[in-house]
């Protein structure tokens, strides 16, 4: 979503659940900020989702009903589409199918639209306690996790680097430029094993060091930065550059160096 009317403090979102009936319409708000610097991606605030909701079904839940009628209702009465005015307690284009396909993939791919660090991660997802996604984050459905490591290779970032935007100093990865035009290998199963390996190993690591992925990927990129496990996350990244080069029938052989390149 692109407006922050529709969310509230995780001191509001807390209090209004603690009636269980609110997790129906009180959900977990991600922004790019928490994709790149909380250990486990974690949110900090939530949101108020009346997505498919009549007037009625939404003043079922009285506390929420008033967040919005006091926050957003006046406002909206300014937007320049009709249905912002009509039905203003709705996000302004609510992504059914997106979420439906989250669903039923059970995962949710993402990376901060605005960053440097232009890092992958895939975040469990389901149908009973869903989160919300900002504009500001990019969401992927992909088929699978050697899909993810396609992208997380030096090969795609290179290009995505190409192709991408930049605001202020920052890389800015629109999916539109970077993702939708990629070519990606006509199977990327044999990318599968050694980039959820990859994707582990990262997310032991970030858990443990308390590190998000900025400031892992900072270790990394670090050639000072010798410690065990940081030392294995760029061994793994050397074996899934192979085969990824291999998905694309690619062969020439890739040395410790490649890892800069992401």
């Given at each position: 979503?692109?407006?922050y009317?529709?969310v509230?403090?995780k001191?509001?979102?807390?209090?209004?659940?603690r009636?269980?009936?609110y997790r129906?319409?009180?959900r977990?708000?991600?922004?790019?900020?928490?994709?790149?610097?909380?250990?486990?991606?974690?949110?900090s605030?939530?949101?108020?989702?009346?997505?498919?909701?009549?007037?009625?079904?939404?003043r079922?839940f009285p506390?929420?009903?008033?967040?919005?009628?006091?926050r957003?209702?006046?406002?909206r009465?300014?937007?320049p589409?009709k249905?912002?005015?009509?039905?203003?307690?709705?996000?302004q284009r609510?992504?059914?199918d997106?979420?439906e396909?989250?669903?039923?993939?059970g995962?949710?791919w993402v990376?901060?639209?605005?960053?440097?660090?232009?890092?992958?991660?895939?975040?469990?997802?389901?149908?009973?306690s869903?989160?919300?996604?900002s504009?500001a984050v990019?969401?992927?459905?992909?088929?699978?996790?050697?899909e993810?490591?396609?992208?997380?290779?030096?090969i795609?970032?290179?290009?995505?680097r190409?192709?991408?935007?930049?605001?202020?100093?920052?890389f800015r990865y629109?999916?539109?430029?970077?993702?939708?035009?990629?070519?990606?290998?006509?199977?990327?199963?044999?990318?599968d094993?050694?980039?959820q390996?990859?994707h582990?190993l990262?997310?032991?690591?970030?858990a443990?060091?308390?590190?998000?992925l900025?400031?892992?990927?900072?270790?990394?990129?670090?050639p000072?930065?010798l410690?065990?496990?940081?030392?294995?996350l760029?061994?793994?990244?050397?074996q899934?550059?192979?085969?990824v080069?291999?998905?694309?029938?690619?062969?020439?052989?890739?040395?410790?160096?490649?890892?800069?390149s992401?």
């Amino acid at each position: 979503i692109r407006s922050y009317d529709f969310v509230v403090s995780k001191a509001e979102g807390a209090e209004l659940l603690r009636d269980p009936f609110y997790r129906e319409v009180v959900r977990p708000y991600l922004i790019g900020k928490e994709v790149n610097e909380d250990p486990v991606c974690e949110p900090s605030r939530f949101v108020i989702d009346f997505t498919g909701m009549t007037e009625q079904e939404a003043r079922s839940f009285p506390l929420a009903w008033k967040i919005l009628e006091d926050r957003v209702r006046g406002p909206r009465q300014a937007a320049p589409e009709k249905r912002m005015r009509e039905v203003w307690w709705q996000f302004q284009r609510p992504r059914v199918d997106l979420y439906e396909a989250l669903g039923e993939l059970g995962i949710a791919w993402v990376i901060a639209a605005t960053s440097d660090t232009v890092a992958f991660v895939g975040l469990p997802f389901s149908r009973s306690s869903p989160f919300v996604l900002s504009h500001a984050v990019n969401v992927l459905t992909l088929k699978s996790v050697g899909e993810f490591g396609v992208l997380q290779s030096s090969i795609h970032l290179t290009r995505a680097r190409q192709y991408g935007s930049s605001m202020k100093q920052d890389f800015r990865y629109t999916t539109t430029d970077c993702l939708e035009t990629y070519p990606f290998p006509d199977c990327a199963g044999g990318v599968d094993e050694v980039a959820q390996r990859y994707h582990d190993l990262r997310s032991r690591i970030m858990a443990a060091e308390r590190l998000g992925l900025t400031a892992l990927y900072d270790r990394f990129h670090d050639p000072a930065n010798l410690d065990t496990g940081i030392t294995e996350l760029r061994e793994l990244q050397v074996q899934m550059e192979r085969a990824v080069t291999e998905a694309y029938c690619w062969h020439f052989p890739l040395g410790q160096g490649d890892r800069k390149s992401v």
